[in-house]
């Protein structure tokens, strides 16, 4: 069965769940769909602010997009919630320090 089938049916079963869109958004940006992986990361990160894991996997596909502030606003962002996080944030801050 397709992966991305499987996310949707996943997310449409637990739609408070964000580990399916996560899956569904770094599956789309494994195949190279960066357009929808961005947008797939754009639900997750409006449904779920907190779920840190989508912040550095976002800012990178809008960086190979060549949107380079949304980017550095997705780090920020991400820093910014993962104050509970010190191995997210430290990613993050290095991703932020190259960007």
Do not use: W
């Not at 569904?24 to 929808?36: D, F």
């Not at 754009?42 to 949304?70: M, Q, W």
């Amino acid at each position: 069965m397709d992966r991305l089938v499987t996310f949707r049916s996943f997310i449409a079963r637990s739609p408070d769940d964000p580990f399916p869109r996560y899956g569904l958004a770094m599956e789309h940006k494994t195949r190279g769909e960066l357009n929808e992986a961005r947008a797939a990361f754009d639900e997750l990160i409006t449904k779920f602010p907190n779920y840190v894991a989508s912040y550095l996997h976002a800012a990178a596909v809008c960086a190979s997009l060549g949107d380079r502030e949304a980017s550095i606003d997705l780090l920020q962002r991400g820093i910014a919630a993962a104050v509970n996080d010190p191995h997210a944030r430290k990613e993050l801050e290095a991703a932020l320090a190259s960007a």
